[in-house]
């Protein structure tokens, strides 16, 4: 439903915004999700300026970066299905900007910090999650009256650098095997389950028992990446598996620490030690997802089935595989020859 001039939100907090005696617009948060507050502040502060005097606005306090992200985790980790995975993101950026009160975090500031990333090495699609997550910090403060809104309109013009995460590696059918023999035997079924479902490292290591239904042949996720929830085919390779993974007592997990009937937090170390020892190279966890997927369209599933499958949110996530299946755009050629053959000939040699 559309509000009237000078009234918007931002999140779910009404603002106004209005001329001020000096001509220039003002912007203010109302600090309450109700219209009706919004209207009645609006109207405050205009007859105030009719009336030739200035808006007595309350000042925000002047907060740093450590406070506001103190208070922006706690709001997260309730709201915030992937709390855990940004909480590092957001160390690394408290690190940085700490101490700084937020009003001085300029565009030159953070290009500044985003040159001192790409020195020490960072890709790329790394810093531009940094600079993403500092700008929704700060579009939550704003949000919740911790700084003014001028400072997220400048902020939105630092510009985020040419995305390098278009990477595609995955392994061919032989390497797979490879990899997985050289896995150490607890870690193996982690690596079954990833090369025969693309699921996610974390959604692997936090599989519960409650989650896998053998009956009916498939995994159901519930808390995925992008908020929806999949369910995903057990093949026969991944059912022994399953079949033969041990149930610890009190243990809700498949694949857990047995030390700590906890999930491993990263199986960097197993996974790397099994890359190394199977010769192969140039390789991250999330490959196998792209394994699973690549290996979809060489054998000639549609993408769409495959976007479904991997829980892209759009088909054009997915059409980063479409170059691996040729044999479409030549079955597609095939097709017009055939519906057209013979349609351009009058029994003579030449027809053009």
């Known amino acids: 439903m559309a509000t009237q001039k000078g009234i918007y939100k931002r999140g779910n907090i009404y603002w106004i915004c209005y001329v001020g005696l000096d001509g220039t617009i003002h912007r203010e948060s109302t600090g309450s999700r109700k219209l009706k507050d919004a209207q009645v502040l609006l109207t405050t502060r205009r007859n105030a300026v009719l009336e030739g005097k200035a808006p007595e606005v309350k000042r925000i306090v002047n907060h740093t970066f450590r406070e506001m992200a103190e208070k922006y985790i706690e709001w997260m980790k309730v709201r915030h299905k992937s709390a ?30 985003q040159t001192g990333y790409l020195a020490k090495g960072l890709k790329n699609s790394s810093i531009n999650k940094k600079i993403s997550l500092l700008k929704a910090m700060i579009a939550w403060s704003v949000e ?3 700084v003014e809104q001028d400072v997220l309109d400048k902020l ?34 982690v690596i079954i389950t990833a090369l025969t479902t ?44 399953l ?40 390789f991250h966890f999330h490959d196998l997802r792209h394994t699973y997927a690549s290996h979809l369209v060489m054998s000639g599933i549609d993408l769409t089935t495959v976007m479904h499958l991997m829980s892209h949110k759009s088909i054009k996530m997915t059409l980063r595989y479409a170059h691996l299946a040729p044999s479409h755009k030549v079955k597609a050629v095939a097709a017009i020859e055939e519906k057209f053959q013979g349609m351009f000939q009058d029994g003579s040699e030449d027809v053009l």
């Open 84 to 113: 855990g995975l940004k909480m590092y993101l957001i160390q690394q950026l408290v690190d940085a900007f700490g101490n700084l009160p937020l009003r001085r975090l300029t565009p030159p500031l953070v290009s500044e910090h």
């Open 144 to 146: 919740n009256s911790m």
């Open 156 to 189: 939105k013009r630092v510009k985020m650098l040419k995305d390098d995460s278009k990477r595609l590696r995955y392994l061919a059918v032989d390497e797979s095997k490879a990899l997985v023999a050289a896995c150490e035997p607890y870690f193996r079924p």
């Open 198 to 241: 693309g699921m996610r490292k974390r959604e692997i290591l936090k599989l519960r028992w409650d989650q896998v239904d053998l009956e009916h042949g498939f995994i159901l996720l519930v808390e995925t990446k992008n908020g929806e929830g999949r369910q995903i085919p057990i093949v026969p390779e991944l059912r022994k598996v």
């Open 243 to 282: 079949d033969s993974q041990p149930r610890l007592e009190g243990c809700p997990y498949v694949f857990p620490n047995t030390k700590t009937m906890m999930p491993f937090w990263s199986g960097d170390k197993p996974f790397a030690n099994a890359l190394n020892k199977a010769g192969i190279t140039d």
